[in-house]
């Protein structure tokens, strides 16, 4: 069995904004604000995760990614993830021609996430580059972060957006408990 040693994240909100006028007597505004930032170590509760699980998967046109993250997904070291409750979860669409949507399985979908509703979404817009993806995040550092219920609230859809007729890239990072 694999432990956490550490993970953390930060935001960053850094913007330059000046007058595309001539005349500069009119301010400029700039912000540099680090808006969150965590670290999380072993364990269950408060700023704790016991397992990752991060992946770069690819999605047929017009097709779904279902992911059951109660029991069925390893982890690198061939560890079998078992999610009770997610921390921490980004989705990066490396797609440059289609959006994703993440949410609304047919089938147990997560509710914890999008307010108690199983057909919510969150759209991903395309990509500028591979490089340079759009991408969803979101984390909790409290202790109850968002549940996973094996078999009834588990499975965390990313749908293709059916726009080209290739399959679309996307990255997925996904930190969380499992006690």
Wanted: without cysteine; glycine residues 8%; negative net charge.
């Amino acid at each position: 069995m694999s432990v956490i040693q550490s993970a953390s994240f930060e935001f960053l909100w850094a913007v330059i904004h000046k007058s595309s006028e001539q005349d500069h007597s009119i301010p400029t505004d700039f912000t540099n604000t680090k808006i969150k930032s965590g670290k999380f170590s072993d364990g269950a509760g408060a700023q704790k995760s016991e397992q990752h699980w991060h992946d770069r998967r690819s999605i047929a046109d017009a097709a779904n990614d279902d992911l059951d993250l109660a029991g069925v997904l390893t982890n690198r070291f061939g560890d079998t993830v078992t999610f009770t409750k997610l921390k921490a979860i980004a989705v990066a669409n490396r797609d440059t021609i289609t959006h994703l949507d993440v949410g609304g399985a047919a089938a147990n979908p997560i509710t914890s996430i999008f307010a108690g509703t199983g057909t919510s979404k969150v759209r991903i817009p395309p990509a500028v580059s591979a490089d340079n993806p759009s991408i969803w995040a979101m984390w909790a550092t409290d202790a109850d972060g968002w549940a996973v219920t094996a078999g009834s609230a588990d499975t965390l859809r990313i749908a293709h957006g059916g726009v080209g007729t290739v399959a679309a890239s996307y990255d997925i990072f996904i930190l969380g408990e499992e006690s």
